[in-house]
């Protein structure tokens, strides 16, 4: 697998809370170059962004981010905000206390509902692993794929630890065919790609490799 294939995988990440808007212009600019998936920036660029990029570049926003407990209404008005100032594709957290308190129908409801605003596009539902148990994410696997997200992303990158390759194993084996994996958080490294797409991800969400690259091709 080359690492242009492994590139147009990439949701090119920037959502530090510093980040600025000369920052995110290099990095569409350098999704554009190295043929990532997207970009995936703060909702206060989106506009901005799609302006910039056109129809050269996907842009990916976040919603309920990063601790997902903002209410379902809070989560509807900022995915329809989002999408018409031109995002391709949300990435969603989900209530991750209403999980831990086992109140599926309320995270059934709040993927279905969300789903339902995006239509066409793209849903991506972040379910942060490292704060769950296997059982918990089984559960989230089966709930994802009931409520007919895109789907199912394993970290915000901004919690205790990212994506790991049990993770992304267990959802592979655990999800319905329609739903596809999104490997997000701490992916450093070519080869740790390579293995998150060889394992069952359809999505690396991360900015280093882009990184890696440019800095090769210098």
């Given at each position: ?29 350098d999704a554009i170059k190295y043929g990532t998936a997207s970009v995936c920036i703060p909702p ?175």
């Open positions: 697998m080359t690492h242009t294939e492994i590139l147009s995988k990439v949701d090119h990440t920037l959502l530090t809370q510093s980040a600025t808007w000369d920052e995110i212009k290099t990095i569409c600019d206060s660029y989106v506009k901005k962004a799609h302006e910039y990029v056109g129809d050269s570049m996907s842009v990916c926003t976040v919603i309920g981010f990063p601790n997902g407990y903002s209410t379902l209404e809070t989560k509807v008005f900022e995915t329809k905000n989002a999408l018409e100032n031109g995002a391709d594709e949300i990435d969603m957290v989900i209530n991750i206390g209403a999980l831990k308190d086992k109140d599926y129908d309320y995270i059934l409801n709040e993927i279905k509902t969300l789903k339902e605003v995006c239509g066409s596009h793209i849903l991506k539902v972040i379910i942060e692993t490292c704060l769950l148990t296997d059982e918990e994410k089984i559960t989230m696997c089966k709930l994802v794929t009931e409520a007919g997200a895109d789907y199912i992303k394993t970290s915000t990158g901004f919690s205790t630890s990212g994506a790991t390759f049990d993770d992304v194993k267990l959802f592979a084996e655990n999800v319905g065919p329609d739903v596809k994996i999104k490997a997000a958080g701490g992916i450093s490294s070519f080869d740790d790609g390579k293995t998150f797409i060889n394992l069952g991800a359809s999505r690396l969400g991360t900015s280093r490799l882009v990184k890696i690259e440019k800095t090769q091709s210098k």
